[in-house]
């Protein structure tokens, strides 16, 4: 299930209006064990406490349910979507990053690589947008290198996903010097 970036948001602000509404109302109806007067014939009934409790706690796990989810599903952008006659489809952002992360893991010379990538869905085009970060030894040839990582994951995201990339940035580190770990 995914939901849009509105609808994701309308989410979270109806979770947290319905959590501030049932607390206050509870705390405002049961005034430290003293029930207002309205409620006073109420009172004296055992069940009514045990009702307006459990209907508070429903409530509440209902909001709260509503608030996580909202907060842990993906919006429509952490997809590519592609439509046509015949449906969509949609490509998740962790397929895209294990693409890059494949093709540049391929270099020798590339050690604990990270990727981070962009999707935009535009009504007319849509842009990806990668950045890479590899880790690499001293004496490594980094234009040639970086030039040739440029290339090579915008072909095969372009390969993997039907679009043009709009951009990729590649980053390098010296393994030895930032990681403070024996790299094998």
Same mark, same amino acid.
């Given at each position: 299930?995914?939901?849009?970036?509105?609808?994701?948001?309308?989410?979270?602000?109806?979770?947290?209006?319905?959590?501030?509404?049932?607390?206050?109302?509870?705390?405002?109806?049961?005034?430290?064990?003293?029930?207002?007067?309205?409620?006073?014939?109420?009172?004296?009934?055992?069940?009514?406490?045990?009702?307006?409790?459990?209907?508070?706690?429903?409530?509440?796990?209902?909001?709260?349910?509503?608030? /996580?989810?909202?907060?842990? %599903?993906? *919006?429509? =952008?952490? !997809?590519?979507?592609? @439509?046509?006659? &015949?449906?969509?489809?949609?490509?998740?952002?962790?397929? /895209?990053?294990?693409?890059? %992360?494949? *093709?540049? =893991?391929? !270099?020798?010379?590339? @050690?604990?690589? &990270?990727?981070?990538?962009?999707?935009?869905?535009?009504?007319?085009?849509?842009?990806?947008?990668?950045?890479?970060?590899?880790?690499?030894?001293?004496?490594?040839?980094?234009?040639?290198?970086?030039?040739?990582?440029?290339?090579?994951?915008?072909?095969?995201?372009?390969?993997?996903?039907?679009?043009?990339?709009?951009?990729?940035?590649?980053?390098?580190?010296?393994?030895?010097?930032?990681?403070?770990?024996?790299?094998?």
């Amino acid at each position: 299930m995914r939901l849009k970036r509105w609808r994701k948001w309308v989410n979270v602000i109806f979770a947290i209006a319905l959590l501030l509404a049932i607390f206050c109302s509870y705390f405002l109806m049961f005034d430290y064990g003293k029930v207002t007067n309205t409620l006073a014939g109420y009172y004296g009934q055992g069940w009514f406490f045990y009702f307006l409790t459990i209907v508070s706690i429903l409530g509440a796990l209902f909001a709260l349910f509503i608030f /996580i989810q909202a907060i842990a %599903l993906p *919006t429509i =952008n952490n !997809y590519l979507i592609d @439509k046509d006659d &015949s449906g969509e489809m949609l490509i998740t952002s962790k397929a /895209i990053e294990n693409n890059v %992360l494949t *093709t540049v =893991n391929k !270099y020798p010379g590339v @050690k604990n690589s &990270s990727a981070i990538v962009k999707v935009n869905n535009g009504k007319k085009a849509h842009k990806i947008n990668t950045k890479v970060t590899c880790g690499v030894y001293e004496g490594e040839d980094l234009n040639s290198l970086g030039n040739t990582i440029k290339e090579d994951v915008a072909n095969n995201l372009e390969t993997f996903t039907g679009y043009p990339v709009d951009k990729v940035d590649v980053k390098f580190y010296d393994i030895k010097k930032d990681s403070n770990k024996r790299v094998v």
